[in-house]
């Protein structure tokens, strides 16, 4: 079965802090693992996802097949990084499911 | 493109009503999906569609719960009788066939409140 698990509804930090959003699977096949982000009052959006193995908005993720994560990270945290972040797994089917989502608050 | 159009983007209505939200992808996108979003269990997967065909909806909570998609440009989700407990944000979003798989373009969401 497909599955995605966050465990941190809400996690908030400092500005300048860093930051590890957790995203756990299960999947039996070769997963694609995405972050999308929805700032208030705008739309779901992709971040990022695992096989650009790109930085965006300074944030970071690597796939950990061994430990079946994908956790989502920032050296630095900003105050407009604060969101909700839902991590995503996609199958060659092209079905794609979510986590429950984290809610990152930033503080100054 | 206007991206993904869904209408309206706030219902409310009584309980045993009717509700019709409406979905229009991006053009030349195979794919369409339908979420819901609550506080309580985050975004789940109703249903997806591929070439309007319906791929899987083993996320539809009951019979209470259909969709439709008559054309590339255009699906339905229905809800006949609405409860509260189907107050949440929909949304509906849209991905290519091939390249960029499993890479959505979501709608803003349709809030509905059930009274």
């Known amino acids: 079965a497909q599955r995605v698990t966050q465990p941190e509804k809400l996690l908030s930090v400092f500005k300048g802090a860093p930051v590890e959003l957790k995203c756990n699977y299960s999947?039996?096949?070769?997963?694609?693992l995405f972050w999308y982000v929805q700032y208030s009052r705008q739309r779901l959006q992709l971040l990022l996802r695992?096989?650009s193995r790109e930085s965006i908005k300074g944030f970071t993720a690597d796939l950990n097949k061994g430990e079946t994560s994908f956790h989502l990270k920032k050296p630095f945290a900003q105050e407009e990084d604060s969101a909700m972040y839902y991590c995503?797994?996609?199958?060659?089917?092209?079905?794609?499911?979510f986590g429950q989502g984290t809610e990152l608050s930033v503080k100054p | 493109d206007a991206g993904v159009i869904q209408s309206p983007r706030h219902e409310v209505t009584e309980m045993g009503q009717e509700v019709t939200l409406r979905c229009k992808p991006i053009?030349?996108?195979?794919?369409l999906f339908w979420y819901r979003q609550t506080m309580m269990r985050g975004l789940e997967l109703l249903i997806y569609?591929?070439?309007?065909?319906?791929?899987?909806d083993s996320g539809m909570p009951e019979d209470r719960f259909s969709a439709k998609m008559p054309n590339a440009s255009f699906s339905t989700l229905k809800i006949q009788p609405s409860e509260p407990r189907d107050s949440a944000v929909y949304f509906c979003?849209?991905?290519?066939?091939?390249?960029?798989?499993?890479?959505?373009?979501f709608g803003a969401g349709s809030r509905l409140t059930v009274l």
């Open positions: 053009s030349g996108h195979n794919s």
């Open positions: 569609f591929n070439n309007n065909v319906p791929i899987d």
């Open positions: 695992h096989i």
């Open positions: 995503a797994l996609g199958n060659q089917g092209g079905k794609l499911i």
């Open positions: 979003a849209s991905s290519p066939d091939r390249v960029g798989a499993n890479v959505l373009t």
């Open positions: 999947y039996s096949g070769s997963p694609e």
